[in-house]
């Protein structure tokens, strides 16, 4: 007996409220707003139109897509192996992984990056390490540079991607695989034959996620990412933080809206969210 | 598995691991600098992190901010749940996909246009306000692990509590919520965690007087990367370790019972 | 004249636009024990669920103790219920999970312990209170669940297919139980179930379901013996119909055999008679007055235990089954052994084909 439309709306409104006042709300309004501060509507396109021409736009969201992709498909080489691994190791080997996997997820991404700044700063344990095997005598410049940001990212999304995989490959039946076998498939057909091309929606969605998480990213391109290679969440801080400039935060803020929503619209007809997000 | 695959796996697992082991290990230095492996141990950037005011008063600012956020995103997270699971719902995908919206815009997107609203309401540096736009981004996880928790509550069991007596709240109250109450705790901690975690919409809206913790490491990040940061890391580190610790004891206790 | 416990008057159901329940009305009186039989989808467990008042029916009343609760909450309707799995809540013991009705209802402390343990004295479960239900077996869920729904002393008790879940044996024990403890207390019982041996073995009436339709209502020796339709009496047992044309008790076979019945039709019917009614012969004698024969063809003869059952190949291809207890002298036949059945006009109906 379902609860009464009333009773649902009731149990609903607190979320719904929250939800609305302190995000739909705030987000509508300061787009709305920061754009209607360039004045009338003719001048409002105009505007626009040169921010969007505009060379710092333009090369941050170059730099936005190179290291989004870059990154997915860095996240998708190594993840879908690691996947792989969990489902074939034993009990305790899986939950060795899984641990490997959910201690980063759900540690803090500043803490996540800090300790990659530890590991490839100027002083970091990587440029002692090379320093007392003699292998560099001055320290190499390791961060502040676009690998260093392709490499925290990746390892910041890397659990989505393996989520994301363990599940499509444990939904696989293990028998179509021994019938693949029993009719004399050899190991690697089976899998390029059988076993990706039924774990190929897992990829698609854990690709699609990863992607929207790795062009909205903010912490690990500012700390570990050169200045100068602005990502479009830099971008839109810099611009409210230093230029004040709510304008074209704005326009980079809808830019970016577009794409993930987008996106997002795409991974939702054959992927959940929910699955993705809770191991 | 061949050995070049286990290998590769093992690796993996090393890399994953490794940056966490190095934060934790760095942080019980007894080096002046960040030396690695450190030449000797010592408890000093702990007790440099417990003397020096601004980052305790950070650590108190976050537990506040997270135990806060972790009771009302709880608290609203379970209610929606329940009513997506049982409700008479129009538009339910299209609620759900609202709620569900907060994990996938982006956070510096979410946090500037916090940071708009909170400038003009002049809630800048209010914890209480802190701890609700926390709640925005926390409620989703709660709201997830809600639903699966609550389709473990067989709907004939709650037409049993009311054909015997019980009206809605009394079904939620006798029924529903002791039956879910193992899974409540779970999403209760992760509630906190996100909250004790986050960075980005904090960094916006905290104010002087309201730092968290994450905001104070941040800061610091920016100048230099004193050693006293990795004692707060393996503080954090050791919080996330504690909840999924506590996650994993609630679902061993709840699963032989099946 | 008496308001009666429960009664349902033209009451329909209808799910995205399909009857599941169709104009049905029922009078069920204070301490019957009354049967929903029907196979799945014949609506029998939707009409429960809205005695209950899980579902709210699109058109007619749903009456209890006279009084119109067709909108009223499950928690108004003062019923207990039994559910097909037991329902029993898994965060309570034994006591608590007794005691569940009269806490809800907020029974003053002094009543809850004598009311449960009364009810759990009444299904045998005394000395168990500290029992979780993982810990206990199926029959005892079932007394648990049966417990439960008796606890608060309720006028009228639902059942929905409450022994669907156990074995045979101790299926058989739990419809006495279950009869004895109705009885004693003088409560009203709705019993849904599709087994028709626990039909006949527990009720005062048994209504035959199907489509959303009431089929047949009636004390459960009257529907088994006078079916009225061919629904009604295959689904209550094994039944032999034989096709026909009728005028008035009489019916006439395509083969120009006649059979009498005990009612009168008219136009293309079916004849209706149990295998238990048919006597058969090895050697053809001219029918008595008052009884059909029909001469055939053995096919088939089985031992099934307590009977032995016969089938018999006639003329007109079809064929008839004929069941003979296993007494002294009862033997199987050989098939291909030509022999005649026969019955007493009186335990034949004419059905509508």
Sequence with gaps: ?279 | MSRLGIAFVALICLILLGPILVVVIVSFSGDAYLAFPPTRLSLQWYERFLSDSRWSSALVNSLETAAMCCVMSTALGFLSGYAFLRGRLAFRTVLMSLMLLPLIVPSIVTAISVYFLSVHLGLIGSRIWLAVTHTVVALPVVLILAQSVLQGVDPVLERAAMVHGCNRWGVLRRVVLPMAAPGIVSAALFAFLASFDEVVISLFVTGVKSQTLPVRIWNSLTLELEPTIAAVSTLLIAVTVLVLLADLGIRRGRDPAK | MTAGAVALEGVTKRYAGQVVVDNMSIAIAPGEFFTLLGPSGSGKTTTLSMIAGFTVPDAGVVRLGGADMTHAAPRDRALGMVFQNYAIFPHLNVFENVAFPLRARNAPAAMVNPRVAEALAMVRLSGMEKRHARQLSGGQQQRVALARAIAAQPGIVLMDEPLGALDKNLRYHMQTEIKDIQRRLGMTVIFVTHDQEEAMNMSDRIAIMDGGRLVQVGPPREVYERPNSAFAGRFLGEANMIAGVAEGAMLRTPDGVSFTAANARKGPSLLFVRPEKLVLKRDPAPPAPGENSITGVVCRSAFLGNVIRTELLLASSEVLTIDAGNGAGASLLAPGTPATATWAAAESRLLEA
């Excluded at chain 1, 987000?27 to 626009?48: D, H, R, Y």
């Design chain 1, 1 to 279: 007996m379902p609860l009464s439309a009333r009773l649902t709306w009731l149990l609903l409104a607190p979320a719904l409220a929250v939800l609305l006042l302190v995000f739909v709300l705030p987000l509508g309004w300061f787009l709305v707003s920061s754009l209607l501060e360039l004045g009338t509507w003719p001048e409002i396109t105009e505007q626009v139109a040169e921010v969007l021409g505009s060379r710092a736009m333009r090369q941050s969201l170059l730099a936005t897509a190179e290291i989004g992709l870059a990154t997915t498909l860095l996240v998708l080489l190594i993840g879908y192996p690691l996947a792989y691994g969990m489902l074939k190791a034993g009990r305790g080997g899986f939950r060795a992984i899984i641990a490997c996997v959910l201690l980063p997820y759900f540690t803090s991404v500043i803490v996540r990056t800090y300790a990659w700044m530890v590991l490839l700063g100027r002083t970091g344990v990587i440029n002692q390490i090379l320093q007392e095997l003699g292998i560099t005598s001055l320290p190499l410049q390791l961060m502040y540079n676009r690998t260093a940001v392709v490499v925290g990212m990746t390892y910041v999304l890397l659990p989505y991607m393996v989520l994301t995989l363990f599940g499509a490959m444990r939904g696989v039946d293990p028998r179509l695989l021994q019938a693949a076998a029993g009719m004399g498939a050899s190991g690697p057909r089976i899998f390029l034959r059988v076993f990706l091309p039924l774990t190929l929606h897992g990829v698609f969605a854990g690709v699609l996620l990863v992607f929207i998480l790795a062009i909205g990213f903010f912490i690990t391109p500012a700390l570990m990412g050169a200045p100068e290679d602005m990502m479009a969440g830099m971008l839109i801080e810099r611009q409210v933080e230093l230029a004040n400039n709510w304008p074209v935060a704005a326009i980079m803020s809808i830019i970016l809206l577009v794409v993930t929503l987008s996106i997002y619209a795409l991974y939702s007809r054959f992927a959940d969210l929910r699955k993705a997000i809770v191991a």
